[in-house]
């Protein structure tokens, strides 16, 4: 199994960027596709992007699509969300999540492994 852990997270500037990581440890993470997940108080854990094994493919959000991009680094065991143009109702707790699953997965059931969180908070 695969251990996951995020950093990265904040207090920023509605206008501002962060980057987002989430580093595995166990299992190489390169066997594993991974999603972006986020969850503000009282709501529902939502779908924000998410990555092939290879890095080859991305998926995103249509909320996030053209401000978040995520890569990742097999040699580093990382995957990274950069967020750009973050506004105030971007601020969540960040969840990256890894699934041995193929396909596009945007189902928070769907994936096997997930860290701890990443708060992040946008103000106006």
């Known amino acids: 199994q695969v251990h996951l852990v995020e950093s990265g997270g904040g207090l920023v500037q509605a206008g501002g960027s962060l980057r987002l990581s989430c580093a595995a440890s166990?299992?190489?993470?390169?066997?594993?596709?991974v999603g972006w997940f986020r969850q503000a108080p009282k709501k529902e854990r939502e779908f924000v992007g998410g990555?092939?094994?290879?890095?080859?493919?991305?998926y995103y959000a249509d909320s996030v699509k053209g401000r978040f991009t995520i890569s990742r680094d097999n040699a580093l065991n990382t995957v990274y969300l950069q967020m750009s143009s973050l506004n105030p109702e971007d601020t969540a707790a960040y969840y990256c999540?890894?699934?041995?699953?193929?396909?596009?997965?945007?189902?928070?059931?769907?994936?096997?492994?997930w860290g701890q969180g990443t708060q992040v908070t946008v103000s106006s």
């Open positions: 990555i092939s094994r290879s890095g080859g493919s991305t």
């Open positions: 166990g299992r190489t993470l390169s066997a594993y596709a």
């Open positions: 999540a890894a699934t041995l699953s193929y396909g596009s997965n945007r189902d928070p059931q769907g994936y096997d492994y």
